[in-house]
């Protein structure tokens, strides 16, 4: 029970938040070579604007072969520790689903994935979509959730075809405040930022070499907010 003190968690959207920083997952599928076990394999993913994985694979792959004959997947995203018992991790049970159209999240998954360039050229590379059935969400010592879906998706907004324009816009006029959110937040001096991807929760830039995640102290739900969100943060790092 909660003390007058406490605050209840949002529970989906930290499991959420917690995915979009990372980029890199095992993503385990039903073997049909080997009929009834689980095969893993790695797998490198974006989330769309609502949260679901999507990842781009090849119809000669293992896994891929599994998910025609059956799509349920988990997908386990945990950042690598010395002490992996320790951090947080995210287990996301869903159905895959073949995206016909490669050229709606191309050019997101490639800003994030530029070295999967030449794969996404190959017509038989293909991304697949994972539609969340159920999410397990480790937090940390004593935060051990089952997630449901509505609870872990973000609805629909405007975001998605207002991304490219706020990245070209904040890419091309503002990479003073890119730079400063670096310091601010991360602590690094990069060279170079470029911001990659905005969502509901947050956004990522690539400083250097390297791909820093910014959340949002509150979501937002169209360009006016993303607007007001990051003139704060630049007032923050001017501060």
């Not at 169209?222 to 630049?234: I, N, S, T, Y």
Request: charged letters at 25%.
């Amino acid at each position: 029970m909660n003390t007058e003190n406490d605050t209840p968690r949002d529970n989906g959207g930290d499991a959420r938040r917690f995915t979009r920083a990372q980029h890199s997952a095992v993503l385990s599928t039903i073997s049909k070579r080997v009929e009834g076990f689980p095969f893993g394999s790695v797998a490198p993913f974006i989330l769309d604007q609502a949260g679901r994985p999507v990842i781009l694979i090849s119809t000669l792959a293992e896994h891929t072969k599994n998910l025609s004959a059956d799509p349920r997947v988990s997908l386990i995203v945990q950042p690598y520790a010395p002490d992996m018992q320790v951090t947080g991790r995210v287990t996301l049970l869903g159905r895959a689903e073949k995206l016909e159209d490669k050229s709606a999240l191309g050019p997101r998954y490639l800003r994030y994935h530029p070295q999967a360039a030449d794969y996404f050229a190959m017509h038989d590379f293909s991304f697949y979509r994972i539609e969340p059935v159920r999410v397990r969400w480790i937090g940390g010592f004593g935060r051990i959730h089952w997630v449901e879906p509505e609870q872990y998706l973000q609805g629909e907004s405007p975001l998605a075809d207002q991304e490219d324009g706020i990245l070209a816009h904040m890419n091309q006029d503002h990479g003073d405040n890119l730079r400063a959110y670096c310091r601010h937040v991360h602590g690094v001096e990069p060279g170079s930022a470029e911001m990659v991807g905005i969502d509901g929760d947050g956004f990522d830039l690539r400083a250097d070499d390297r791909l820093l995640r910014f959340d949002f102290p509150a979501s937002i739900q169209d360009a006016q907010g993303a607007r007001q969100a990051l003139v704060a943060l630049a007032q923050a790092s001017r501060a």
